[in-house]
Protein backbone atom coordinates (compact mmCIF):
# COMPACT_ATOMS: atom_id res chain seq x y z
CA UNK A 1 0.00 0.00 0.00
CA UNK A 2 2.69 2.43 1.26
CA UNK A 3 4.53 2.02 -2.24
CA UNK A 4 1.02 2.77 -4.62
CA UNK A 5 0.51 5.62 -2.23
CA UNK A 6 4.19 7.05 -3.07
CA UNK A 7 3.84 6.27 -7.09
CA UNK A 8 0.28 8.70 -6.83
CA UNK A 9 1.92 11.09 -4.76
CA UNK A 10 4.74 10.91 -7.32
CA UNK A 11 2.48 11.35 -10.21
CA UNK A 12 0.33 14.33 -8.82
CA UNK A 13 3.60 16.22 -7.75
CA UNK A 14 4.78 16.22 -11.58
CA UNK A 15 1.55 17.83 -12.41
CA UNK A 16 2.06 20.66 -9.19
CA UNK A 17 -0.75 18.32 -7.12
CA UNK A 18 -0.35 17.24 -3.37
CA UNK A 19 -3.58 14.44 -2.81
CA UNK A 20 -4.01 13.07 -0.15
CA UNK A 21 -5.90 9.42 1.08
CA UNK A 22 -8.16 7.58 2.98
CA UNK A 23 -8.41 3.81 3.38
CA UNK A 24 -11.36 2.02 4.11
CA UNK A 25 -11.17 -1.70 5.90
CA UNK A 26 -13.48 -3.98 6.45
CA UNK A 27 -13.12 -6.71 8.90
CA UNK A 28 -15.89 -9.91 9.47
CA UNK A 29 -15.15 -12.08 12.00
CA UNK A 30 -17.68 -14.83 12.43
CA UNK A 31 -17.00 -17.98 14.74
CA UNK A 32 -14.84 -19.99 12.13
CA UNK A 33 -13.06 -19.33 8.90
CA UNK A 34 -16.05 -20.77 7.03
CA UNK A 35 -18.49 -18.88 8.17
CA UNK A 36 -16.15 -15.43 7.96
CA UNK A 37 -15.77 -16.28 4.09
CA UNK A 38 -19.58 -17.00 4.01
CA UNK A 39 -19.94 -13.84 5.49
CA UNK A 40 -17.71 -12.32 2.96
CA UNK A 41 -18.86 -13.87 -0.04
CA UNK A 42 -22.15 -12.83 0.82
CA UNK A 43 -20.73 -9.37 0.62
CA UNK A 44 -19.60 -9.37 -2.61
CA UNK A 45 -22.37 -11.43 -4.64
CA UNK A 46 -23.84 -8.41 -6.08
CA UNK A 47 -20.42 -7.48 -7.59
CA UNK A 48 -20.14 -8.42 -11.27
CA UNK A 49 -17.10 -9.16 -12.62
CA UNK A 50 -15.92 -5.96 -14.05
CA UNK A 51 -16.13 -4.23 -10.82
CA UNK A 52 -13.75 -7.06 -9.36
CA UNK A 53 -11.41 -6.98 -12.30
CA UNK A 54 -10.88 -2.96 -12.22
CA UNK A 55 -10.27 -3.38 -8.54
CA UNK A 56 -7.49 -5.88 -9.29
CA UNK A 57 -6.58 -3.56 -11.80
CA UNK A 58 -5.90 -0.55 -9.38
CA UNK A 59 -4.08 -2.09 -7.27
CA UNK A 60 -0.78 -4.05 -7.10
CA UNK A 61 -1.46 -6.13 -3.35
CA UNK A 62 -3.70 -8.94 -4.27
CA UNK A 63 -7.23 -7.83 -4.38
CA UNK A 64 -9.41 -8.44 -1.88
CA UNK A 65 -11.38 -10.85 -4.13
CA UNK A 66 -8.86 -12.62 -4.75
CA UNK A 67 -8.50 -17.02 -3.05
CA UNK A 68 -9.23 -18.63 0.00
CA UNK A 69 -6.50 -20.42 1.10
CA UNK A 70 -6.47 -19.31 4.44
CA UNK A 71 -2.75 -18.68 5.02
CA UNK A 72 -1.61 -15.47 7.49
CA UNK A 73 -1.62 -12.75 4.81
CA UNK A 74 -4.51 -14.41 3.02
CA UNK A 75 -6.17 -13.34 5.86
CA UNK A 76 -5.92 -9.52 5.75
CA UNK A 77 -5.77 -9.89 1.63
CA UNK A 78 -8.13 -13.05 0.67
Known amino acids: MAEKIAQVREKAAR?????R????????VRETNEEAWQAADSLISHLDDETIA???RLS??????????????QRATR
Not at 60 to 73: I, M, N, R
Open 15 to 19: HGRQV
Open 21 to 28: FGIRLHVI
Open 54 to 56: RAG
Open 60 to 73: PEPTPLASKDGGPA
